[in-house]
């Protein structure tokens, strides 16, 4: 039971571009969405989050979207820059004991 | 501090060895996770400790897996009987109880592969 869903394995952007990265979730009990960035030979990274009862967080380069009736998320990354080429995890938080829930994550790539 | 480190960062173990790995939390957080990660997945929950106290154990976790948290500060995960199938990169997590979100911070990860 997939409950976070990140169909595109994969994204390469020009530099400079915007990126978007895409996620579907089916669990209606997230209180919080999350996206991590991971680098090769390291655990991943927090990177932003966003409530249930909002519909953006921006932070820098970096703003999540949230649509509950679609239960879609997107992160946006304006502009896109090379040091930004990682796979990168969107996660739901249902609350409780914390426990998240992590889908397949997308591998960026950032073209110079 | 500098953040949540784990040790080894990688195991090469022969099926049915027995092997332990050790997470760091950063020092002010009371809360510890391990999650399992395999090839082209996101990290899967394997079980969480507030303190000392287990309080969830993913059904991932098999009778043959046990983690303990004794003081409430360092954790140990012990795999028995390892199978090829636990080859994986196992990943340790903190937060703290504080604040308004429980941002998770990860360390770099045990990679484990079974021969």
């Given at each position: 039971d997939q409950q976070v869903k990140q169909n595109s394995p994969s994204l390469s952007v020009q530099e400079g571009r915007i990126s978007i990265l895409n996620c579907?979730?089916?669990?209606?009990?997230?209180?919080?969405?999350?996206?991590?960035?991971?680098?090769?030979?390291?655990?991943p990274t927090f990177l932003i989050s966003i409530?249930?009862?909002k519909?953006?967080?921006?932070?820098?380069?970096?703003?999540?979207?949230?649509?509950?009736?679609a239960k879609h998320l997107s992160l946006h990354i304006v502009p896109s820059q090379p040091g930004d080429s990682a796979v990168y995890f969107c996660a739901g938080d249902s609350g409780g004991y914390q426990k998240v829930t992590f889908g397949t994550g997308t591998k960026l790539q950032v073209i110079p | 501090d500098t953040g949540v480190s784990?040790?080894?960062?990688?195991?090469?173990?022969k099926r049915g060895q027995n092997v332990t790995f050790r997470c760091d939390p950063i020092s002010e957080h009371n809360r510890l996770y391990w999650y399992r990660q395999t090839l082209g997945q996101g990290p899967e929950?394997?079980?969480y400790f507030q303190n000392e106290a287990q309080l969830e154990k993913s059904r991932l976790l098999s009778d043959r897996f046990s983690a303990e948290r004794p003081k409430g500060s360092f954790s140990t995960l012990e795999i028995q009987r390892t199978e090829q199938g636990d080859s994986?990169?196992?990943?340790?997590a903190s937060s703290s109880s504080s604040g308004d979100?429980?941002?998770?911070?990860?360390?770099?990860?045990?990679?484990?592969t079974v021969l």
């Open positions: 579907d979730y089916t669990n209606s009990m997230f209180d919080y969405f999350l996206w991590y960035k991971k680098y090769p030979a390291e655990g409530s249930s009862i519909d953006k967080n921006e932070d820098g380069r970096f703003t999540v979207f949230l649509n509950k009736s | 784990q040790d080894p960062r990688h195991k090469i173990t929950f394997l079980t994986a990169m196992y990943l340790c979100t429980d941002t998770q911070y990860f360390g770099p990860g045990t990679r484990l």
